[in-house]
């Protein structure tokens, strides 16, 4: 793979601002990209387990964000489709992967919130706020996953942005970045390289970045070399070579709290006991919290819930390798919703 499929050309070429109806246009185009490729994106699931659902799981975030990002499309205000992506994202997200990027987009709105227009440094410093976060969300952060790329596009992002202040050129130049960490997760993630692929939710990151560029690309007035994920360095890595053994646990829980009746500490800790793949995210606009676990007792991390926090809403519970729809029936119907 060549090292950058883009270089920095003269200068006044590229715009200097990203607007609002960039960033609209850029979120419509990551969730086209994303609709296009969730079957490839599931089939390469193999962590933190191999449930096949990566894909649908950050499509559906996305078209979460859609909806949310109509409602202030006519504002041209960049903070404002940020945070409305970022609000939608936290609704919507389903899976790890959801979680994650909720996370990812609540950090882009944290440092660009209120900015009408975005240049180079702020959207630099938008996405390693964006890493920051998606770090933080996991209890135990894996190299070699979407955390991995995100981080390489916001370590690139800040190295560069002094020196090509349009966020279009640092957008390419993170892209290509961005697939080379890609292909790198097949190496540094145990699970992937046993199974023959690149993390699934590291290329559903990268084709989000994709879609970012293709919306913006045909407002430059020269002409783009490829900026494909898909590529022929990538294909060897698209098709699992063994299944893995799908082992314990065999639930996905993801709750909604209004409420905290003890501190968020707390509550991470003893959850800790019930499972694992742990995410705890936060909405500050809603002042909502959303939990996501991994467990081989539902029954037990519910009830621990209720003891926790009193008023909770179980948004789903899924079996993770067979659909057991008869005790997920028995789960829910036994959750008194608040």
Not at 181 to 202: K, M, Q, S
Not at 208 to 228: D, M, R, W
Not at 233 to 240: E, N, Q, W
Not at 283 to 292: D, G
Request: aromatic share 10%.
């Amino acid at each position: 793979m060549e090292q950058h499929s883009f270089l920095p050309v003269e200068e006044n070429v590229f715009p200097r601002f990203f607007e609002g109806k960039d960033f609209y246009s850029m979120f419509i185009k990551a969730f086209k990209k994303l609709e296009r490729y969730i079957d490839l994106i599931n089939d390469i699931n193999v962590f933190p387990v191999p449930d096949g659902d990566t894909g649908i799981n950050m499509y559906q975030t996305f078209r979460s964000i859609v909806n949310e990002i109509v409602n202030v499309k006519e504002s041209n205000h960049c903070g404002k489709i940020i945070s409305a992506a970022s609000l939608g994202a936290f609704r919507g997200s389903v899976g790890n992967s959801g979680i994650i990027l909720a996370e990812y987009f609540r950090g882009l709105e944290k440092i660009c919130k209120h900015f009408h227009i975005i240049d180079g440094v702020l959207f630099a410093r938008g996405l390693k706020s964006a890493a920051n976060l998606a770090y933080q969300a996991i209890e135990d952060p894996r190299e070699g996953t979407i955390l991995t790329v995100a981080r390489i596009i916001a370590e690139t992002a800040m190295t560069w942005s002094n020196t090509l202040s349009s966020p279009y050129e640092l957008l390419f130049l993170v892209f290509d970045e961005a697939k080379i960490a890609l292909l790198d997760t097949h190496r540094l993630l145990h699970e992937a390289n046993f199974a023959g692929v690149v993390d699934a939710g590291a290329i559903g990151l990268v084709l989000i970045f994709e879609g970012f560029i293709s919306a913006i690309v045909g407002k430059l007035p020269i002409a783009i070399t490829s900026f494909q994920t898909i590529d022929n360095d990538l294909l060897p890595f698209l098709k699992p070579k063994i299944n893995l053994p799908k082992n314990e646990p065999e639930f996905e829980l993801i709750f909604r709290i209004s409420n905290l009746m003890k501190p968020l500490d707390l509550i991470k800790f003893e959850l800790r006991k019930e499972g694992n793949c742990l995410l705890v995210i936060s909405n500050e606009s809603l002042s909502e919290i959303k939990v996501h676990i991994h467990s081989s007792n539902p029954n037990k991390v519910i009830s621990k819930m209720g003891s926790l926090v009193g008023s909770f809403e179980l948004i789903s519970v899924q079996a993770l390798h067979e659909q057991n729809h008869e005790l997920i029936e028995r789960i829910e119907k036994a959750v008194k919703v608040d």
